[in-house]
């Protein structure tokens, strides 16, 4: 970056983080730390990148799905168990007296029985989900349930119905510019790997504090159109750990995790149609989750391989529960996460910053019940669960600085169209500009004359300073002030034995002693106006007829009368 490019880099982010904060405030947007790919030193200004308005909280969204019993279970004479009566509950039907005591009926947001088309579950337990996703939500569908309920077959269905949802929607709103980009992970024994790459080499988890947790170099495919998407499929499909098991020939061995990313912005032309509101760069992704089912090794009759397998699917399968109960009773203390990968990579579809929808798929048979019971259980935690989902409004540099220089330009529209608006408006603040010169200059005079004050001010505390030092400085017996030869003071000494005449006008000395008073009584403090004092004249003992500085004889001082 030469000294250009960091002089325009240092303005940029001065200008984005001081006005951005203003703007997001106008709207009534909350600012948050940014989420995108990006380096070290963007990272800096782009602590403003990512916008998210109206934070809502809502329960995950969940549905349970009743397949049709299986040619394989319809082969062991297998009965349904479990009907949904209606559009929100299913009920166990069994007379089994060992489970007299547990509930038979269960309720949730959705349920569809046997004969429900997949299309429908899309429609009524995802679509609302997916679609988040399109205005800057991110969004997550899981298929959870045990082997061979349904879970690959219902979310394959969702999969391919909500993405090409989501390409009509794109056709029918053309103000906007949509990019859609794709990426594929597997987790499989607890190791993620990219299903869009041929390296199978495990891919690490990488913790960023504003992102979570991040996948290590995964493949994110820029989608052309929906063949191309069903070409990637193709490809996850065929990478893919599928392995044949007693109770499926095509049972998923491992967790996938197909992410669909959305990224949206306004056309050029709509800027000024939509406001500056709708025309944000809005991104957000939708995970379509489907994990490997819970097995039991006696049913699945598993070893080696497959029972590896099994246990790694059981153990992750347990920490999701584990998460999803802490999080139905509130998430308050520690909450798991980290004891799996699938639920490390899911942090945000599980109680964060998501819209969630999970299809629990259930098999009837009577010989699945207690697998069927701990479905419903985790159906059940999993109603409890809310969700913190924001929009995400991302703006790159490019759109920010656009949007900052439109918001600008319309501010300073709406000041010019004030202005022209008001008739006086001109003349108005020329005449308020002259009121406050003259203010001004009436202002300086009067400092000047407070000024001068003070300085007089000044100059007659130094001078009374200075007097009260050489006062201070006056021996005993003495007088002094300025300008005068002589002084005199009116003596009362009808209490005395000196000799004074009643109230007569005694002479005092240029050094302030009187001829008729003892040295030590003309003691008088004498400040440059007095002239005149009035003097108590003390009863003197004839001991004490001398010079003792520590008699305490009053001798008064008072300034001389006005007229005087
Ligand atoms: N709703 C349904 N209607 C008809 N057939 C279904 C339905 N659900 C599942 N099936 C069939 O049941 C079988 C098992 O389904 P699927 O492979 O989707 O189960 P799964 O839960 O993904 O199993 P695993 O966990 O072992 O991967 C498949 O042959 C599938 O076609």
Request: aromatic share 6%.
């Amino acid at each position: 970056m030469n000294d250009r490019h960091a002089y325009a880099h240092s303005t940029l982010k001065k200008t984005l983080s001081e006005r951005l904060p203003l703007l997001c405030r106008l709207r009534g947007w909350r600012c948050t730390r940014g989420s995108f790919e990006e380096s070290r030193a963007m990272k800096a200004y782009r602590d403003f990148d990512t916008v998210s308005v109206n934070g809502q909280k809502e329960k995950i969204l969940v549905s349970v799905r009743l397949r049709p019993l299986s040619d394989n279970e319809k082969s062991r004479n297998e009965v349904s168990d479990w009907e949904c009566i209606n559009n929100s509950t299913v009920i166990y039907k069994g007379n089994n007296p060992d489970r007299a005591m547990l509930p038979s009926a269960y309720t949730f947001d959705r349920v569809f029985g046997c004969g429900c088309p997949t299309e429908q579950v899309y429609t009524e337990g995802a679509k609302e989900v997916v679609f988040s996703a399109v205005s800057g939500i991110n969004s997550s569908i899981f298929a959870y349930g045990q082997t061979s309920s349904g879970k690959t077959y219902t979310m394959s269905g969702i999969t391919e119905y909500a993405v090409s949802d989501i390409y009509d929607y794109i056709e029918k709103h053309q103000e906007r510019d949509y990019i859609l980009k794709f990426s594929a992970m597997e987790i499989y024994n607890e190791a993620v790997r990219d299903l869009l790459s041929l390296d199978s080499t495990p891919l690490r988890l990488l913790d960023d504090p504003e992102r979570g947790t991040v996948v290590e170099r995964l493949t994110e495919e820029m989608l052309q159109d929906w063949n191309h998407f069903l070409d990637l499929l193709a490809v996850c499909e065929a990478q893919r750990h599928i392995g044949d098991t007693s109770m499926n020939q095509m049972s998923s061995r491992s967790h996938q995790i197909l992410r669909l990313t959305i990224e949206s912005s306004a056309r050029e032309y709509q800027y000024h149609h939509l406001g500056a509101r709708n025309s944000s760069t809005l991104t957000a992704s939708v995970n379509f989750v489907d994990l490997a089912g819970s097995e039991r090794a006696s049913q699945t009759l598993s070893a080696g391989t497959r029972l590896k397998e099994g246990c790694h699917i059981n153990r992750s399968l347990l920490t999701l529960g584990t998460v999803i109960r802490k999080l139905s009773k509130g998430g308050k203390g520690h909450v798991p996460y980290r004891n799996s990968k699938l639920t490390r990579i899911l942090h945000n579809s599980l109680g964060g910053n998501a819209r969630t929808a999970i299809i629990c798929t259930m098999s009837p048979a009577r010989m699945h019940v207690e697998q069927s019971r701990n479905t419903l259980l985790f159906a059940s935690c999993a109603k409890e669960v809310t969700m913190n989902a924001q929009v995400n409004v991302v703006m790159s540099d490019k759109v920010l600085v656009k949007q900052l220089q439109r918001e600008l330009a319309r501010m300073e529209n709406e000041l010019r169209s004030f202005r022209t608006s008001s008739p006086t408006g001109s003349c108005d603040s020329s005449t308020v500009l002259r009121e406050k010169e003259l203010r001004i200059e009436v202002m300086e005079k009067e400092i000047k004359e407070l000024t001068q004050q003070l300085d007089h001010a000044q100059s007659r505390i130094q001078d009374l300073l200075l007097l009260t030092t050489e006062t201070q400085r006056l021996e005993p017996g003495t007088v002094k002030a300025e300008n005068q030869d002589k002084y005199y003071g009116r003596v009362d000494s009808s209490n005395s034995n000196l000799d004074f005449a009643d109230n007569a006008e005694e002479e005092f000395l240029l050094d302030g002693t009187s001829p008729k008073l003892p040295r030590m009584y003309s003691k008088i403090v004498a400040p440059d106006l007095l002239s005149w004092w009035d003097i108590t004249a003390p009863k003197i003992q004839e001991s004490s007829r001398n010079d003792d500085p520590n008699d305490d004889t009053e001798v008064m001082c008072k300034d001389a009368p006005a007229s005087q």
